[in-house]
């Protein structure tokens, strides 16, 4: 078998024959790596979903731009459009752990398909993979081995069946992901701190002249976080978003601008905003009133 930099991954089965896994369904794949013979590691390109849980410590993998080690018994999971994976050396490897494999196609007309974009765990990091415990494991092999088994059978029901294995394992990732999301704000409860001194940062260092007005990637970016995972932690920490905190903030510096005499214009420049336009809009639809109207009242 050729060696290859990336490999493309289509459909669910471009990566089950690439490893030499049994090809199950066209639309789904759940492979066992303890039962493969000739396993090679692969850097992918995904156009499918992926849930893999490593069972061993795996490591240099590779995420987007960035290397990780992923430690045992973690579950990550890929989202299409992403890279993810480890390059293949043309060494054989004796893995161990499960994965789950299923296209978009399959969501198709389901209720399942409109709940994917609440599964934010999808574009987090692999550094901030689910660490599960042996029971936690468990749960979601036995679905796994239940959806193997399913597919066997092929007939008319299958697919219903498979929908229904599948949203309860992601519904089992979510509730596992929000303890975990708990447990590190207890151990980063600083977060909000250092993402408000981002933002003055941000202003200070006069980067909202070449960048505009920060943004929710930006701040995650610097805390050394996904876009989704710092986010969730944001909204679990505040119960409101990472976005209104900006909002707030921006606003915030817009009011005192305002009292200093400052002008619509040369505040528009100042905070970051494209357009004098783009700021009125956003002070009135935050306020409740315009710039204007903000400052004859406060005289």
């Not at 430690?71 to 499960?98: F, N, S, Y």
């Not at 008319?156 to 498979?162: D, M, V």
Request: aromatic fraction near 10%; include cysteine.
């Amino acid at each position: 078998m050729a060696m290859k930099r990336i490999l493309k991954v289509h459909r669910v089965n471009d990566y089950a024959q690439y490893i030499g896994a049994p090809v199950l369904h066209p639309l789904v794949s759940v492979i066992h790596y303890d039962e493969l013979e000739h396993c090679r590691h692969s850097l992918n390109n995904y156009d499918v979903y992926g849930i893999f849980i490593g069972d061993e410590t795996l490591e240099e993998l590779t995420y987007g731009l960035t290397t990780y080690d992923l430690h045992r018994h973690a579950l990550m999971c890929v989202a299409p459009g992403q890279i993810g994976g480890k390059v293949d050396t043309g060494e054989e490897i004796h893995t161990k752990g499960w994965a789950l494999l299923f296209d978009p196609e399959l969501l198709h007309g389901t209720d399942l398909e409109g709940r994917m974009i609440s599964y934010t765990y999808f574009s987090y990091n692999t550094n901030e993979a689910l660490l599960m415990n042996a029971e936690q494991r468990l749960t979601i092999v036995s679905l796994m081995e239940a959806m193997r088994k399913e597919l066997a059978c092929d007939d008319g029901h299958t697919q219903h069946i498979i929908v229904a294995y599948l949203q309860l394992i992601l519904e089992h990732i979510a509730r596992y992901y929000a303890s975990q999301l708990s447990m590190q704000i207890q151990s980063s409860s600083d977060l909000l701190t250092r993402f408000e001194n981002l933002l003055r940062r941000y202003y200070d260092e006069g980067l909202q002249r070449t960048h505009g007005l920060p943004t929710v990637k930006y701040c995650a970016q610097e805390l050394f976080l996904s876009t989704n995972y710092f986010g969730d932690l944001i909204r679990q920490m505040t119960e409101d978003t990472a976005g209104n905190i900006i909002r707030r903030f921006v606003m915030s510096e817009a009011q005192k601008l305002l009292i200093s005499g400052k002008g619509i214009t040369s505040i528009s420049e100042q905070l970051g905003f494209e357009y004098p336009q783009h700021f009125t809009r956003m002070f009135k639809r935050y306020f409740g009133e315009s710039p204007s109207q903000y400052v004859n009242r406060k005289r």
